[in-house]
């Protein structure tokens, strides 16, 4: 068995133009052997049981070449394999499955491997730069929705209800439509801010930003119960963001295509992992919904290295279960 694994140590590191050559070779003094030393004459004009016999020699070189051939080249065509099935993120058994191959497929393997984790770097920097990007400009629209939308809206609100003052009969209540349309628009206006940049989050955490959350969603007419720890490990502020988006994400869905009337929110810290769970009751998301709405909680989870993954509740319904890496 040493000899053998010696053998097959020194033959790994042959290039594949001698490999193949080695294997033609093989093939080919097996067939000057059984000529050489098989006791089969052949005319110079052959006859048909010897025209069998060389076909049959013929077809078992063929397929004896082919096999060798086939193992010659197996690695390189998992290396293709591998190229054509990069999304993401590969593990690290499907980068380096290649054992066995001649130092020409290893060196590809290798500079793929490099090519796939700066790939990954740069994917994740550039997600992050997007997620942040996004978040100022979030963060400018709703300043800009709140002191400017807002503060219109409060004046022609409080200049309708000065002119009701002054007013009498249907002039009158037309203009405390007015302001109360003004006061409900303004209000709205809030609650879109609100959405898009959650203060709550910056100024008291994750925590308590997302016990906000479940009270916006409870009072739309779903049950909301919470199962949350409030002793988070520390965590960076995207990371944060994200879990929070997500959650936003998870449960907007439930409200849009759910039907559920109870959804659960976990967020707990498991080993080296922080996870957020939703779950509900509901009839399931249909698959478009559940497309469209992954593809973003699942570019958010790729920015900090975290698993996304949606399955059927225990009791029916949908469970979303983000896992973080601490």
């Known amino acids: 068995m040493r000899p053998l694994r010696a053998l097959r140590e020194r033959s790994d590191r042959w290039s594949l133009q001698w490999k193949v050559f080695a294997l ?84 590809l393997a290798e500079a793929l491997d490099r090519m796939l984790e700066r790939l990954e770097q740069e994917r994740r920097g550039g997600a992050l730069r997007e997620l942040a990007a996004q978040e100022r400009e979030r963060r400018r629209i ?26 009498e009969g249907d002039q009158r209540a037309a203009l405390l439509e007015i302001s109360e349309s003004a006061l409900g628009g303004l209000e709205d206006v809030r609650q879109i801010a609100r959405q898009l940049r959650p203060e709550v989050l910056d ?75 939703v779950t509900d009751n509901g009839r399931g998301l249909p698959a478009g919904a559940v497309e469209q709405g992954m593809r973003g909680m699942r570019e958010r989870a790729v920015v900090i290295n975290a698993n996304l993954e949606v399955r059927p509740g225990t009791e029916g319904g949908t469970c979303l279960v983000l896992g973080v890496p601490v």
């Open 203 to 277: 100024d008291l955490g994750l925590v308590n930003a997302v016990i906000a959350l479940c009270g916006r969603v409870d009072r739309q007419g779903i049950r909301v119960r919470r199962e949350l720890d409030w002793t988070l490990p520390e965590l960076a502020p995207e990371v944060e963001l994200v879990i929070y988006r997500v959650a936003q994400e998870a449960l907007t869905n439930v409200l849009r295509h759910a039907d559920a009337t109870e959804v659960v929110v976990g967020l707990h810290s498991a080993g080296r992992r922080v996870l957020l769970e």
């Open 24 to 107: 033609n070779a093989t093939v080919f003094a097996l067939a000057f052997a059984a000529v050489a030393w098989t006791p089969v004459t052949v005319h110079r004009v052959a006859r048909p049981g010897e025209v069998l016999v060389l076909s049959g020699v013929l077809v078992l070189m063929l397929v004896l070449d082919l096999f060798l051939l086939r193992r010659a080249f197996g690695p390189l065509k998992r290396l293709a394999s591998t190229m054509g099935a990069v999304d993401s993120v590969l593990e690290d058994d499907q980068r380096r499955s290649f054992d066995g191959a001649s130092s020409e497929v290893r060196a």
């Open 142 to 167: 709703a300043g800009e929705l709140h002191d400017e939308v807002g503060q219109m809206l409060t004046a022609i609100a409080l200049r309708a209800e000065r002119a009701a003052q002054e007013a």
